[in-house]
C-alpha cells in the first residue's frame, strides 16, 4: 500500500536505502484470503487448521488479509495476553471474545480509513450517522432512525461490518478504531454538523419519551445529547424550545437518580 508505507517503518528503511544510493526491489504481496490466512495460522501457533479457523475469521475480518497487518495484530494480540502460549495445555490459547472487542492497531486503521472512500455513498452516510453517536451506538437508536428516515440504516451498517470498517458488540454498533469515527465525522461539512445531531436527537425524543419510566435511561440521554449537541441555534421556534428545555430537565432528574452529578449538571445547563 504505497500511502501507508509513507509514514510505516519499513517505509522509512526503504527511503533510507534509496538515498544511500542501494538498489531496492519492492515485492508486492496481495492480500490473503481467509483459507491462506488460516493455513499461516496453523504453522504460526503449531495447530491443526480446524482449531484456528475461528481465530482467522476474527483476525481476517479486522485485518483483510493484509500480510503486514496479520503479523503486526498478532504480535498485539501476544504483548497484550489475549494470545498466551499455556504450559499446562502446551499450546497456544486465546481469548475471542476480548480479541473480537479489541481496538484496531493505528496502521490497521489507516488501512481502512482509505477504503471509506470507496464505499458505497449510502454506506458512507451510514459510517456519518454513526460517528455522530461517539464510541458507541445501540441496536434500538439506529431501529428508531430507520424507521424515521426510512432508510435500511441496520443494513447499510451491516455492509460496514463486513468491510471490517464496524464492529458489532453488546447489542450495538461501534467503530473499530477512534481514527475511523473521526474519519466518518470529517466527511461531515462543518456547518452541517449541528443540524445533524439536532435532527437525530428530535429523531429519538417520541421513543425516549416512551421509556422514560423505564430504568434503562439509555434512550433518553441519547436523545437530550444528540439535541444539546446541535445547540440553541437549531430550534425552530418557542414551542419547540419549551419541549427541549423540559426534555432535559427530565434527563437531569434521571442522572440525579443515578448519582451522576455531571451529567445532570450538563442536562441543567442546556435546559437553562
Same mark, same amino acid.
Given at each position: 500500500?504505497?500511502?501507508? #508505507?509513507e509514514d510505516h517503518p519499513f517505509g522509512n528503511i526503504l527511503s533510507n536505502l534509496r538515498h544511500l544510493g542501494v538498489r531496492a526491489t519492492v515485492v508486492e504481496l496481495n492480500c490473503m484470503d481467509k483459507?491462506?490466512? /488460516?493455513?499461516?495460522?496453523? &504453522?504460526?501457533?503449531c495447530l491443526p487448521p480446524r482449531l484456528t479457523r475461528t481465530l482467522t475469521e476474527i483476525v481476517h475480518h479486522r485485518t483483510k488479509g493484509n500480510p503486514l497487518?496479520?503479523? %503486526?495484530?498478532?504480535?498485539? @494480540?501476544?504483548? =497484550?495476553?489475549l @494470545?498466551?502460549?499455556?504450559?499446562?495445555h502446551r499450546r497456544w490459547e486465546w481469548d475471542e471474545d476480548k480479541i473480537r472487542s479489541r481496538k484496531l492497531p493505528d496502521d490497521v486503521a489507516k488501512f481502512l480509513m482509505?477504503?471509506?472512500?470507496? #464505499?458505497?455513498?449510502?454506506? %458512507?452516510n451510514v459510517l456519518c450517522i454513526l460517528s455522530c453517536f461517539g464510541a458507541f451506538s445501540s441496536d434500538q437508536v439506529f431501529e428508531v432512525l430507520e424507521k424515521h428516515f426510512g432508510t435500511p440504516l441496520? &443494513? #447499510?451498517? =451491516?455492509?460496514?461490518v463486513a468491510e471490517g470498517l464496524v464492529d458489532r458488540s453488546n447489542g450495538g454498533y461501534s467503530f473499530g478504531h477512534d481514527r475511523l469515527q473521526e474519519a466518518a465525522y470529517n466527511m461531515i461539512k462543518l456547518e452541517d454538523r449541528c443540524l445533524y445531531h439536532f /435532527?437525530?436527537?428530535v429523531a429519538l425524543v417520541p421513543r425516549a419519551l416512551e421509556l422514560q419510566n423505564d430504568d434503562d435511561c439509555g434512550m433518553l440521554f441519547t436523545a437530550a445529547t444528540q439535541i444539546n449537541r446541535g445547540g440553541p441555534a437549531a430550534l425552530q421556534d418557542v414551542e419547540q424550545a419549551i419541549l427541549i428545555a423540559n426534555l432535559n430537565l427530565t434527563a437531569g432528574q434521571k442522572a440525579i437518580e443515578m448519582s451522576d452529578f455531571p451529567s445532570a449538571f450538563s442536562f441543567f445547563d442546556n435546559g437553562i
Amino acid at each position: 500500500e504505497e500511502g501507508l #508505507l509513507e509514514d510505516h517503518p519499513f517505509g522509512n528503511i526503504l527511503s533510507n536505502l534509496r538515498h544511500l544510493g542501494v538498489r531496492a526491489t519492492v515485492v508486492e504481496l496481495n492480500c490473503m484470503d481467509k483459507e491462506m490466512t /488460516n493455513r499461516m495460522m496453523s &504453522e504460526l501457533l503449531c495447530l491443526p487448521p480446524r482449531l484456528t479457523r475461528t481465530l482467522t475469521e476474527i483476525v481476517h475480518h479486522r485485518t483483510k488479509g493484509n500480510p503486514l497487518f496479520f503479523t %503486526q495484530l498478532m504480535i498485539s @494480540l501476544h504483548k =497484550d495476553g489475549l @494470545l498466551w502460549l499455556s504450559l499446562s495445555h502446551r499450546r497456544w490459547e486465546w481469548d475471542e471474545d476480548k480479541i473480537r472487542s479489541r481496538k484496531l492497531p493505528d496502521d490497521v486503521a489507516k488501512f481502512l480509513m482509505s477504503t471509506i472512500g470507496r #464505499l458505497p455513498k449510502e454506506v %458512507q452516510n451510514v459510517l456519518c450517522i454513526l460517528s455522530c453517536f461517539g464510541a458507541f451506538s445501540s441496536d434500538q437508536v439506529f431501529e428508531v432512525l430507520e424507521k424515521h428516515f426510512g432508510t435500511p440504516l441496520i &443494513e #447499510l451498517l =451491516d455492509f460496514a461490518v463486513a468491510e471490517g470498517l464496524v464492529d458489532r458488540s453488546n447489542g450495538g454498533y461501534s467503530f473499530g478504531h477512534d481514527r475511523l469515527q473521526e474519519a466518518a465525522y470529517n466527511m461531515i461539512k462543518l456547518e452541517d454538523r449541528c443540524l445533524y445531531h439536532f /435532527n437525530y436527537g428530535v429523531a429519538l425524543v417520541p421513543r425516549a419519551l416512551e421509556l422514560q419510566n423505564d430504568d434503562d435511561c439509555g434512550m433518553l440521554f441519547t436523545a437530550a445529547t444528540q439535541i444539546n449537541r446541535g445547540g440553541p441555534a437549531a430550534l425552530q421556534d418557542v414551542e419547540q424550545a419549551i419541549l427541549i428545555a423540559n426534555l432535559n430537565l427530565t434527563a437531569g432528574q434521571k442522572a440525579i437518580e443515578m448519582s451522576d452529578f455531571p451529567s445532570a449538571f450538563s442536562f441543567f445547563d442546556n435546559g437553562i
